[in-house]
């Protein structure tokens, strides 16, 4: 049976797997019926050192490739819990990786791998500029040993649970630069200590799933000049690896919710009997659930790809792209089976499969939109003209 099978990684699926266990639905579903954060199932994950997966050993993380973590990621979801609240480490902290200096790998790495600091925000989407990344306003200006950061940020996530945000601002106002993506850094902000100089102001979105999301204004944010990462103006080709990584992550994930979905679905649809048989014995019902299994499986062999050329340094754009893609979109269709098949129970809390549901939809949109993959694979895989 598909289920029983194993791989390579299977010693990392057992531990996260036994983790996840001590955190069962009734764990995730109250922290979702109460809009919390699951505290307690992050701080268990960064204790046995799943967080810092991705932390080079010699700055006291495991040192593992974007493969393992990617598996890590997957059996959250695949044991039914959500990674969007801890995901945002594993990706951001790769624009540190790649990126930042010696020193500042040395002041943040070894304490977000003890867990005595959390980097889980990234703050790239505005509210006025939205997918068109290159136009964003918020602005940094040098002045004296700071930079000084004006404009405001949308959707930004896990604000309140991280002391560190990564913010992408505008260096060279678009009109002065070669190409648009120039211009561009990134900045590490001290998320608290803005907050408490009023220079930093965080409102929280309420929103369809429970993810905790907000409004930042940047009001005169003073950043010293040591916490400019990588190259002043080369911001937007920073960031792109760890999206790359995030994209992958995300793949991941939802590769985790599709196996979650169709292990329910089966389950349900060979036990539940109308009409005198198990529902599961009708095409009508049977069919569906085959197609987005198959539709999980093709995303994962994406997945498995994508996920081999990051970690060979290889270019992976597409690939990373294509992989968040079917992968999102097979998550969606098992969602899609699973609660339909569920009938009425579907749609009963406790079942989880509305609460997974919902996360689920999350993926078509964040953290980059189905019609923004498709305009990318058009235009630097296929040669079309730019449509965007
Ligand atoms: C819960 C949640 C958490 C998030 N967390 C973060 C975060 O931590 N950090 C962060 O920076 N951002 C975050 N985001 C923002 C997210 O990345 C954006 O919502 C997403 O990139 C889409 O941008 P937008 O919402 O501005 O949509 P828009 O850019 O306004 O687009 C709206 C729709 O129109 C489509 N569209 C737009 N232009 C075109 C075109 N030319 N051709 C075809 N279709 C087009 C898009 O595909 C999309 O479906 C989060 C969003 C959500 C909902």
Redesign the pocket.
């Known amino acids: 049976m598909y289920d029983q099978r194993t791989d390579e990684y299977q010693d990392i699926r057992d531990a996260v797997r036994a983790l996840c266990a001590e955190f069962p639905d009734e764990y995730h579903r109250k922290i979702d019926h109460e809009r919390a954060y699951p505290e307690e199932f992050v701080e268990a994950l960064t204790r046995a050192g799943w967080m810092a997966a991705l932390i080079p050993e010699e700055y006291g993380g495991s040192g593992l490739g974007l493969t393992e973590a990617s598996v890590i990621m997957e059996e959250i979801n695949r044991s039914g819990g959500n990674s969007g609240a801890c995901h945002?480490q594993m990706y951001v902290i790769n624009t540190l990786i790649k990126h930042g200096s010696e020193e500042q790998k040395r002041k943040y790495l070894p304490r977000i791998a003890t867990g005595d600091l959390r980097l889980q925000?990234?703050?790239?989407?505005e509210p006025t500029t939205?997918?068109?990344t290159t136009k964003i306003k918020t602005n940094a200006v040098r002045k004296g040993e700071n930079w000084v950061i004006n404009g405001q940020?949308v959707?930004?996530?896990r604000v309140q649970h991280s002391d560190l945000i990564i913010v992408l601002a505008r260096t060279t106002p678009v009109d002065q630069v070669k190409k648009p993506s120039d211009g561009m850094s990134i900045f590490i902000v001290d998320a608290k200590e803005a907050q408490a100089k009023g220079q930093l102001v965080v409102k929280p979105i309420p929103?369809m799933?429970n993810?905790e999301?907000n409004e930042l204004f940047f009001d005169n944010l003073e950043v010293p000049a040591e916490n400019l990462i990588g190259t002043e103006g080369a911001g937007f080709k920073h960031l792109l690896s760890g999206l790359n990584a995030e994209r992958v992550l995300i793949a991941a994930e939802c590769i985790g919710d599709g196996y979650w979905f169709t292990d329910r679905v089966v389950k349900y649809t060979k036990e539940r009997v109308v009409f005198g048989r198990p529902i599961g014995a009708n095409q009508g019902v049977q069919f569906p659930i085959a197609e987005a299994f198959i539709e999980v499986e093709a995303a994962n062999l994406m997945r498995w790809q994508a996920c081999r050329l990051y970690d060979a340094d290889q270019p992976c754009g597409a690939e990373a792209n294509m992989a968040k893609y079917l992968a999102a979109k097979s998550s969606w269709e098992a969602a899609n089976a699973c609660i339909q098949f569920h009938g009425g129970f579907g749609f009963a809390n406790e079942y989880d499969v509305e609460r997974k549901f919902r996360e689920t939809r999350?993926y078509q949109?964040?953290?980059?939109?189905?019609?923004?993959i498709l305009?990318y694979i058009g235009q630097h895989v296929l040669g079309l003209p730019k449509?965007?």
Not at 121 to 125: G, I, L
Not at 365 to 372: D, F
Request: without cysteine.
């Open positions: 945002g925000s990234m703050a790239v989407t939205g997918s068109d940020k959707w930004i996530s929103n799933v993810h999301t999350l949109v964040a953290p980059i939109s189905t019609n923004m305009g449509s965007y």
